[in-house]
């Protein structure tokens, strides 16, 4: 075996056993168990299966011609499991149903045509069949997935500002596992139609998508999300007007020592309660909703202060910060320039 051979076989399977892991740990997982986690996981032992099967078929001899049609059958899953997943992150308390066992009757087909189906019925009745078996197969997991994303993009065309920053995680994390089925799919596709393409290229750019989708994951802090996100509840909305009111016609965020409990108690909510409606609503933690209107304020002052009689120092103390390094930094990143070249502009 050439070191090129070895390099495609490791680099193919550290993506085949990180996939299995993976699902392995959404499967175990007891921080939240949701109906998506469980679907991701057993879409992705599929995928890894399937992918195991390709690396089997491109470097080991007289591989069993049953194992080549069950990798096929793995595939039949991976579409309806997809469908279902996407549905799972964006309807609140989606559960699959007996209704939904149809979709999964290709597979059990397929399954059945693995143990009657032999090598040499294919290649007596030549690649007729066989093409028309792949197309079968590729066109169900297309169909699937362009059904996946006309789930996302009926939600997208919606308008933004009605998003939370949960929702808009979820939009922004479907998207990216349905482009990675796609990109899967679509390497296994070019192998079928253009000669020159080598088979292993499926197995290498699985293991790269799902290095990927895994790094994006953890980015979002999707993992424990599901369709809950979705769930509307215009009580939080009603609870932010009346927080973000207060805070504005009281100008709490004046007080240098205004925290999430002194509005907590104000509000008669818990401090978990505020945080999360706060984040939630406008996008931004806590520090970062109540600095806004403490830059505004601060912008203020510098406008009305002509003669310059104020020093920034001061002007940060009045706005309701408690120290000249946090005012800078905060002025700074709303504001893209410091106070003193915000004053002399």
């Not at 197309?135 to 997208?156: M, R, T």
């Not at 003669?307 to 946090?326: C, H, L, P, W």
């Amino acid at each position: 075996m050439e070191s090129l051979d070895i390099i495609l076989i490791i680099i193919s399977g550290a993506g085949l056993i990180h996939g299995i892991l993976i699902s392995l740990f959404l499967l175990t997982n007891r921080t939240k168990k949701t109906l998506s986690k469980s679907l991701m996981a057993i879409m992705l032992l599929l995928m890894a299966l399937r992918v195991g099967k390709s690396v089997l078929f491109n470097f080991a001899e007289d591989l069993d011609f049953f194992i080549i049609f069950i990798g096929l059958s793995f595939l039949l899953l991976i579409g309806p499991l997809l469908y279902f997943y996407i549905k799972s992150l964006t309807i609140p308390n989606y559960q699959l149903k007996k209704t939904n066992y149809h979709y999964f009757w290709p597979f059990v087909f397929m399954l059945i045509l693995s143990f009657l189906a032999t090598e040499d019925w294919f290649i007596e009745h030549g690649k007729f069949w066989a093409f028309i078996l792949l197309a079968f197969v590729y066109g169900h997991l297309a169909f699937y997935i362009f059904k996946s994303w006309q789930i996302v993009k009926k939600i997208l065309k919606k308008e933004n500002h009605t998003r939370t920053k949960s929702q808009n995680t979820v939009l922004i994390w479907s998207r990216y596992v349905i482009a990675g089925v796609f990109i899967i799919w679509f390497s296994y596709i070019l192998n079928i139609f253009e000669d020159r393409v080598p088979y292993i290229l499926g197995p290498l750019i699985y293991s790269i998508t799902i290095y990927i989708l895994t790094c994006i994951a953890f980015k979002l802090g999707v993992i424990n999300y599901d369709g809950m996100v979705f769930k509307n509840d215009s009580n939080d909305s009603s609870l932010f007007k009346s927080i973000d009111n207060v805070i504005r016609k009281d100008k709490l965020y004046l007080d240098s020592n205004l925290d999430l409990n002194k509005i907590g108690k104000i509000s008669s909510l818990s401090v978990h309660q505020v945080s999360h409606i706060i984040n939630e609503e406008t996008g931004y933690n806590f520090n970062s909703y109540i600095n806004k209107f403490r830059i505004e304020e601060a912008k203020k002052i510098i406008s009305n202060d002509k003669e310059k009689r104020f020093t920034i120092a001061s002007i940060a103390y009045d706005a309701g910060f408690n120290s000249m390094s946090s005012f800078n930094s905060a002025f700074k990143k709303i504001e893209s320039k410091t106070p003193s070249q915000y004053r002399d502009s």
